[in-house]
């Protein structure tokens, strides 16, 4: 009997210790992300998760000789998912902004990208001139730095429209029901196949990453406040990465001009 | 103006319930009755005459009725709304027709979606209650000498909306509450509303706390307003004291 209490005991000790190593141990990282956001974050056809915020996150996770399990999450959702601890990180392309950094603890920005007005193929818009803009239907995805750049600088001109997704923005300007739409201009581009000649969108205007209160700093990734050492832990694995190479090659897998910050 | 004064008081250092954000949930709220009102009165008014050609005993007639209630029950609103908002677009040309200036906008495919739906239950519940008929009444009215026209019209429509008046009260409140996905296709009902300040402030709580007490005063509306109807027109059921 005596012997039973002190196995028991020691089975206990043994528990509550590893208990509380697990607490403070990062060997297996969850990052929130919402997809598809190409060429930052999407799917393969076969269902492999890839982009290049995916590649940069394993590799910050090998570096830091963790394993990063990616979780599924719609944007309007991805803070509050990471403050009910549904995840530990954001690695989603969220820019840097002073309304986030009020309930989220940020990375140093590890990229920075440009948003641009896009519309269908033929049509003729000038956007410098915001007269002709009055009464265009204009889509975004609900909360993006997009939402607030088009509602605070369009909002008494434009019908806006939110969505969830990025997608369903793009199907309803296909389905001309959206006179323009504007988006982060990579993953535009990408969606739109801007390149190929028979493309049924276009670009109609200049890359715009101004002004910096609606812009933000760039991108990084989200903690929640009280992480400031597994913020500390990304800050060296990124800073790592950009000086051995590593940020670099990835990089050039998916862009053909510099986003590195 | 002291009103708007102790407006403004209550509202002083409320980050997020702003005029501005106040604005939306009004808007929203417009929205969300416009839209329950007229697919429920439109509904209303479709479901009279399908209800009969429901209950008639020609089957060409009360089956394609059937099949029509079938397919509306028997699928969710949300599937029906998604068809025909993005659905419609993948026919070619569709942009050229007359229907387009409606289904353009977001507010047309909803009320389609909606009114459609609620026809099919307001059908369901209208046969129910023709169906209810007391063969009394019936045979009194045939000895009377009243044609099919006059029997329908006099005796079982009227007895038939009372039967089913406390039915029809649910389903009012069901179509109210299922309006609450019309943001999915960008409407900015209340639950639109609630989901901008969500996202903008990102407080799940204040944001869609204050918006169930809004579509909870509107429950308690139609509750009364059934109750009224039912101690008016029911007022022969209730026991004699």
Not at chain 1, 123 to 144: F, K, N, P, W, Y
Not at chain 1, 190 to 202: I, K, N, P, V
Not at chain 2, 210 to 227: D, G
Request: charged share 20%; glycine share 6%.
């Amino acid at each position: 009997m005596r012997h039973m209490t002190l196995l028991l005991a020691a089975t206990l000790t043994a528990g509550l210790a590893a208990g509380s190593a697990q607490a403070r141990d990062y060997s297996e990282i969850r990052l929130g992300i919402d997809l598809p956001y190409e060429p930052f974050m999407y799917r393969q056809p076969d269902g492999e998760l890839t982009g290049f915020e995916i590649e940069l996150g394993e590799a910050v996770c090998d570096y830091l000789e963790a394993t990063c399990v990616w979780v599924e999450q719609d944007w309007d959702g991805i803070i509050p998912g990471l403050l009910a601890r549904n995840y530990d990180g954001i690695m989603s392309s969220m820019a840097i902004t002073e309304e986030r950094a009020q309930r989220v603890l940020f990375s140093e920005p590890y990229y920075t990208t440009p948003s641009a007005w896009f519309s269908l193929q033929g049509r003729e818009v000038d956007i410098s001139d915001r007269d002709s803009l009055e009464g265009l239907v204009v889509g975004v995805q609900r909360a993006t730095l997009q939402d607030n750049y088009v509602s605070e600088l369009y909002g008494d001109l434009v019908e806006i429209r939110r969505y969830t997704s990025g997608d369903d923005v793009l199907n309803d300007l296909r389905a001309e029901r959206l006179d323009l739409t504007f988006l982060d201009a990579p993953v535009a581009e990408s969606r739109m196949d801007l390149e190929a000649e028979d493309s049924r969108f276009q670009r109609v205007s200049d890359f715009i990453n101004q002004p910096e209160h609606i812009f933000g700093q760039g991108v990084g990734v989200a903690f929640r406040p009280r992480d400031r050492d597994l913020a500390e832990r990304f800050n060296e694995a990124l800073a790592a990465l950009k000086e051995d190479g590593t940020y670099d090659a990835i990089m050039e897998r998916y862009f053909n001009y510099d986003i590195k910050l | 103006m002291e009103i708007l004064a102790w407006f403004h008081e209550l509202l002083d250092g409320n980050l997020i319930f702003t005029p501005q954000t106040l604005g939306y949930y009004w808007d929203g709220l417009v929205v969300t009755v416009q839209l329950v009102f007229v697919s429920l009165l439109i509904g209303l008014v479709l479901a009279v005459p399908l209800a009969i050609g429901r209950s008639s005993g020609r089957r060409w007639i009360s089956l394609p009725i059937y099949a029509y209630t079938y397919v509306f029950r028997g699928t969710p609103l949300l599937i029906q709304l998604y068809i025909i908002y993005y659905g419609v677009v993948f026919f070619d040309g569709i942009q050229e027709t007359f229907l387009w200036p409606l289904l353009r906008e977001a507010f047309y495919p909803a009320l389609i979606a909606f009114t459609l739906n609620t026809a099919a239950y307001t059908t369901e519940i209208f046969r129910g209650a023709i169906k209810a008929t007391p063969k009394g009444e019936i045979e009194a009215a045939r000895a009377y000498g009243m044609s099919q026209a006059l029997m329908m019209r006099r005796i079982i429509l009227p007895s038939a909306f009372r039967r089913a008046l406390p039915a029809y009260g649910n389903e009012v409140i069901f179509m109210l509450h299922a309006s609450a996905i019309a943001s999915v296709v960008t409407l900015m009902d209340l639950t639109g509303a609630a989901r901008f300040v969500y996202a903008r402030f990102y407080a799940p709580f204040e944001a869609f706390i204050f918006v169930a007490v809004i579509y909870l005063c509107l429950t308690f509306t139609i509750l009364f307003f059934f109750r009224y109807l039912e101690k008016r027109l029911l007022a022969h059921l209730r026991p004699q004291s």
